[in-house]
Nanobody, 129 residues
Framework: QVQLVESGGGLAQPGGSLRLSCAAS????????IGWFRQAPGQEREGVSC????????YYADSVKGRFTISRDNAKNAVYLQMNSLKPENTAVYYC??????????????????????WGKGTLVTVSS
């Protein structure tokens, strides 16, 4: 049984940082891609970032480029999202997800939710002073 469990969410001040973790079980991180989505209050879910296993290539949504960094630790079967210079508009539930092997990170880039094989339950990030 595949499980993706996010942690690391919480309250951060504007300009602050948080590091989200996603622990994977029942699946190895040589799955073709793994990424992060988020859903802000009252808004649709959107793709945030993705890492491709074959060559380590990365995807970031324009709104987070230069501030967020995705990484993985294959030994721990975990993927991380380091979020710096947080803004109030980054407030959202952040979800770890594994796109299907055929479409890979394009699922995240295009926010193609039906293309996700497995979802975590999400972790809430609140950015507020």
């Amino acid at each position: 049984q595949v499980q993706l469990v996010e942690s690391g969410g919480g309250l951060a001040q504007p300009g602050g940082s948080l590091r989200l973790s996603c622990a994977a079980s029942g699946i190895t991180l040589d799955y073709p891609a793994i990424g992060w989505f988020r859903q802000a209050p009252g808004q649709e879910r959107e793709g945030v970032s993705c890492i491709r296993s074959s060559d380590g290539s990365l995807y970031y949504a324009d709104s987070v480029k230069g501030r967020f960094t995705i990484s993985r630790d294959n030994a721990k079967n975990a993927v991380y999202l380091q979020m710096n210079s947080l803004k109030p508009e980054n407030t959202a539930v952040y979800y770890c997800a594994t796109p299907n092997p055929i479409d890979g990170c394009t699922v995240v880039a295009n926010t193609y939710e039906d293309g996700v094989d497995y979802w975590g339950k999400g972790t809430l990030v609140t950015v507020s002073s």
